[in-house]
């Protein structure tokens, strides 16, 4: 069964510094990948997908993420945070069938000016 | 163009009542996902449906159940309320099943509180 764990479920970078968040996946077959992003009180917003191909995925807003398969990672950077960064980030994984999306528990990115 | 509509935007209920969430996919889009989202965790799937055929069942209880309407909006109903049920309910929408190749859009969410 596949499984997405976050590390950190706070993270607080300064305005212009760089965002590490942190995602670990399990998954018996190779794993379809996703990080979203929610403000509050709003749905979430797909930032970037990992299906196949290129490891280093580029999303909206600057992040990106790579797909490593050796450490069973998929970490989002961003190389300088701004203000508007703010909000809850989670890492999901899609199951075998592809009916159901699986999300972490989320990390929630604060950015000091 | 629209995006993913959900209404009401919140609610607020007692133990034992019944309530129905509504969702109205994208434009063009065949599936309507639910999940539920409880106060600092992620989002858990509910339900996904596909062209009114329920494709996918998330671990819920039988007081928890959906349909699809040929219009391709959905309902979510949850029966007898619990105080655990209190959450944001969330619908995302996609063009067919969902498959990794696609994206899921996700609405705003219904907030419920029960009490």
């Known amino acids: 069964a596949q499984s997405v764990t976050q590390l950190g479920s706070h993270v607080s970078v300064s305005e212009g510094a760089l965002v590490l968040l942190r995602c670990n996946y399990s998954s018996s077959v190779p794993p379809y990948l996703f990080w979203y992003v929610q403000y509050p009180n709003q749905g979430l917003q797909l930032l970037l997908k990992y299906t196949t191909g290129a490891t280093l995925v580029k999303g909206i807003n600057g992040f990106e993420a790579e797909f490593k398969k050796s450490e069973t990672s998929f970490h989002l950077t961003k190389p300088s945070a701004h203000m508007s960064d703010a909000a809850e980030y989670f890492c999901a994984v899609i199951n075998t069938g592809g009916f159901k999306t699986i999300f972490g528990a989320g990390t929630r990115l604060f950015v000091k000016a | 163009d629209a995006g993913v509509t959900q209404s009401p935007t919140h609610l607020i209920k007692t133990r034992g009542q019944q309530v129905t969430l509504r969702c109205s996919p994208i434009s063009g889009h065949k599936s309507v996902s639910w999940y539920q989202q409880v106060l600092g965790q992620g989002p858990q799937f509910i339900f996904q449906?596909?062209?009114?055929?329920?494709?996918g069942r998330g671990n819920f209880p039988d007081r928890f159940s959906a349909r699809q309407f040929p219009n391709y909006s959905s309902e979510l109903n949850v029966n007898a309320l619990l105080l655990g049920d209190s959450a944001l309910y969330l619908c995302a929408s996609s063009l067919s099943t969902g498959t990794a190749q696609e994206t899921q859009y996700f609405g705003p969410g219904t907030r419920l509180l029960v009490l």
């Open positions: 449906y596909y062209e009114k055929e329920e494709r």
